[in-house]
Nanobody, 122 residues
Framework: QVRLVESGGGSVQAGGSLRLSCVAS????????MGWWRQVAGMEREFVAL???????TYDDSVKGRFTISRDNAVKTVYLQMTSLKPEDTALYYC????????????????WGQGTQVTVSS
């Protein structure tokens, strides 16, 4: 059974930083692309970043240059380092895996964590 557990969210002021973590279990992990998504209540879930098994990364334009996705296969964890945070980054952040289609479509992912809240105040 695949399980993803996010942590590291919190409340920060604009310009601050946070590092999110997602620990995976029940999957090989080293061969699995891992993604981060976020969702504001009442709005659609949106793609943030993805890291492939070979370390290649993809980011949404809104976070390029500010967020960094990375992975540690030894501890089955994917990270999202967030810097220069803005109030519009406020959302519930999810990690996801089990991709079977476009990385940009939330329906392509089979497995999701429960999310961790990030709140950025101005």
């Amino acid at each position: 059974q695949v399980r993803l557990v996010e942590s590291g969210g919190g409340s920060v002021q604009a310009g601050g930083s946070l590092r999110l973590s997602c620990v995976a279990s029940g999957l090989t992990f080293s061969r699995d692309p891992m993604g981060w998504w976020r969702q504001v209540a009442g709005m659609e879930r949106e793609f943030v970043a993805l890291i492939n098994s070979n370390g290649d990364t993809t980011y949404d334009d809104s976070v390029k240059g500010r967020f960094t996705i990375s992975r540690d296969n030894a501890v089955k964890t994917v990270y999202l380092q967030m810097t220069s945070l803005k109030p519009e980054d406020t959302a519930l952040y999810y990690c996801a895996t089990g991709i079977h289609g476009s990385m940009y479509y939330f329906g392509s992912y089979d497995y999701w964590g429960q999310g961790t809240q990030v709140t950025v105040s101005s």
